[in-house]
């Protein structure tokens, strides 16, 4: 079987030990496995990974040393041209010039309704992973890259904690997820935060300041929020101008995190999330799957198709919402 992996949309830790993982899995089976750069663009493109011998049918010494790097060796990109259904059929022609028998898309949201699309108009089977930080993707119960991004964010929230301590101050931390805030409690539980704004729930500044207030009366002499992007009042800035305007007790300062969280050693979590993904991957297309996303699921490993995964967004489940007003109080 050849069967080509692309990359796309935002880059997450671990989807490199997700290639090696397709290629070693596929090599021991008879498959070629190809990779194609730059996401859907690089299809478009016909740009094909090629090793240092010039070959673009992946070995298992191609993929050598890629546990433990972050970032993708395919580069990925966010292809507009693929969100039209000129630009989908193209990817179907190409693939079938290239005699392709299968695809495996990585990525988020936007890679896997690519990849509907995609199978709605191609013959091959396609098989996608979940690969993105923001841990906003049903038929999983962790995407690939959320473990080293919450990492991330918690080691950056405990350096934090030490300057809110020495000022008796108040650290607002935005962290990404444009739908989904497991980024934000995730890290907040992690790193002793006292609130979370999440896109889930709408923020209410003047309940946050009512809570401000209780805390520094019970003695807090410093506290941490961390906001997610995609909260529904506009982000860490926007919370900040309404706490002062609100005469919020704390002195605070912002912290946005950015594309650090995107970047990094993949942790041990994903590196063997993405190492059971990439094997599952290769399974599904050897029983004849094909239009779903293989995901994982209370430790097991479930294929949904992607139409279902693209009802809705994840959201953050109140039981983690629960345990972080515990442990905050
Ligand atoms: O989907 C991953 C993600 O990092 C989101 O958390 C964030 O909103 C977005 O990508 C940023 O995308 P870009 O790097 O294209 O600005």
Request: with cysteine; glycine share 12%.
């Amino acid at each position: 079987m050849k069967i080509g992996v692309l990359c796309s949309g935002g880059d997450a830790p671990g989807m490199n030990p997700c290639l090696r993982a397709i290629v070693r899995a596929g090599v021991d089976r008879g498959d070629e496995i190809v990779g194609i750069m730059h996401g859907y663009t690089g299809l478009l493109k016909e740009e094909f990974f090629c090793d240092s011998d010039k070959n673009d049918v992946m070995g298992k010494r191609s993929v050598s040393g890629l546990s433990n790097l972050g970032g993708t060796i395919l580069h990925s990109s966010r292809c507009k041209q693929f969100t039209t259904p000129d630009g989908v059929k193209l990817g179907a022609e190409i693939l079938d010039k290239h005699q392709f028998d299968a695809l495996i898309p990585i990525g988020g949201n936007g890679t896997l309704t690519g990849a509907l699309e995609l199978s709605n108009v191609w013959k091959g089977q396609i098989i996608g992973l979940p690969g993105t930080i923001d841990n906003d993707l049903l038929g999983t119960d962790f995407t690939i890259g959320f473990a080293t991004a919450v990492h991330t964010v918690t080691e950056a929230a405990d350096k934090l904690h030490d300057t809110a301590g020495s000022h008796d101050m108040m650290f607002i931390v935005e962290v990404m997820g444009r739908h989904c805030g497991d980024i934000a409690l995730y890290s907040a539980i992690a790193a002793g935060a006292e609130i979370v704004c999440v896109p889930e729930i709408p923020t209410d500044v003047a309940h946050i300041n009512k809570h401000l207030y209780e805390i520094k009366k019970s003695g807090k002499t410093s506290v941490m929020i961390i906001v997610t992007e995609g909260d529904d009042f506009g982000g860490a800035m926007k919370l900040q101008q309404s706490l002062i305007e609100a005469d919020c007790p704390y002195d605070s300062r912002v912290v946005i995190l950015g594309h650090i969280q995107r970047g990094g050693i993949p942790v041990p979590a994903d590196r063997i999330l993405a190492a059971s993904l990439g094997c599952g991957a290769v399974d599904a297309l050897h029983d004849g799957e094909t239009g779903k996303m293989v995901g994982q699921i209370h430790g097991r490993l479930v294929r949904t198709p992607f139409a279902e995964i693209l009802t809705e967004h994840r959201r953050i489940t109140p039981e983690m919402l629960e345990l972080l007003s515990i442990v905050a109080s």
